[in-house]
């Protein structure tokens, strides 16, 4: 069974971490627009010229500019059996036009996961993020640190220094959490009239037990 899946959630609830391990997990392809846009930014192209503003400032990237993005990388081969939808959707009209892109090919999504995370963690929790520049692993100084200190622990990575976000900045993190509750959140609701909403708790969890958590969601979804 195609499994075609959006996770949701605010900024920092684990979404990146957890599409990482289905993606390994069920060999599909973890599609984030954050990550989209940020190597337009760091290898300079149109595109991340037109988007630097929107990711420095923390706010929305125009939806016409995401959704076709977003079509065009469902579009290739490797999306044919399902897909991990990491950011995206994060306003209604991109969820909509999600749905039109999937239904001109006879297809839908499988289920939205909402991972649930409250504000204080959320800060919290970005505030200590760190990734490696080099494999994209994402690691927290707090919650679960890399092994090598502020160096990537993964033996490809031969002690990569990890780095900070420059959206991950108090500030920044305040306006990310505003725009969440304004434009994200009513997708949850949009997902659940629809029958397609899990919720999992992403709080004082690790990230092993919210993959559990969601594994035992596709299970049910897979059941007959
Ligand atoms: P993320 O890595 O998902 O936290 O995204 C980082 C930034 O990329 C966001 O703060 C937005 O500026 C932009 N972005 C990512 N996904 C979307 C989206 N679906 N719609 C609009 N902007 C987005």
């Known amino acids: 069974m195609a499994l075609r899946i959006v996770l949701l959630g605010g900024p920092g609830a684990g979404k990146g971490t957890q599409a990482k391990l289905l993606a390994d997990a069920h060999r599909l392809p973890h599609i984030s627009t954050g ?3 940020r190597a337009h930014l760091s290898e300079g192209t149109s595109l991340g010229g037109k988007v630097r503003q929107y990711l420095d400032a923390g706010q929305l990237v125009p939806d016409d500019l995401t959704c076709e993005i977003v079509a ?8 044919r059996d399902g897909f991990i ?3 995206f959707p994060r306003t209604l009209a991109q969820a909509e036009q ?4 999937l239904a001109e090919r006879n297809e839908a999504l499988s289920a939205a996961i909402n991972i649930e995370v409250s504000d204080d963690e959320i800060v ?3 505030a200590a993020r760190r990734s490696c520049p080099k494999c994209g692993k994402i690691f927290n100084r707090k919650f679960s640190p890399s092994t090598r ?4 622990d993964n033996e490809e ?8 976000r420059s959206d991950d900045k108090e500030e920044t993190i305040r ?3 505003r725009i969440y509750h304004e434009n994200t959140e009513p997708i949850i609701e949009y997902y659940r009239q629809q029958g397609l909403l899990y919720s999992v708790s992403g709080t004082g969890s690790t990230p092993e037990d919210v993959f559990q958590q969601i594994e035992s969601v596709l299970d049910r979804l897979d059941a007959p």
């Open 124 to 126: 919290e929790r970005l």
């Open 149 to 152: 200190g502020e160096f990537c």
């Open 157 to 164: 990575c031969d002690g990569v220094k990890l780095i900070q």
């Open 175 to 177: 306006e990310r959490l």
């Open 98 to 101: 999600l749905e039109k892109t």
């Open 85 to 87: 939808l990491d950011g």
């Open 72 to 79: 065009d990388r469902l579009a290739q081969d490797d999306c």
């Open 35 to 37: 990550d989209i846009f």
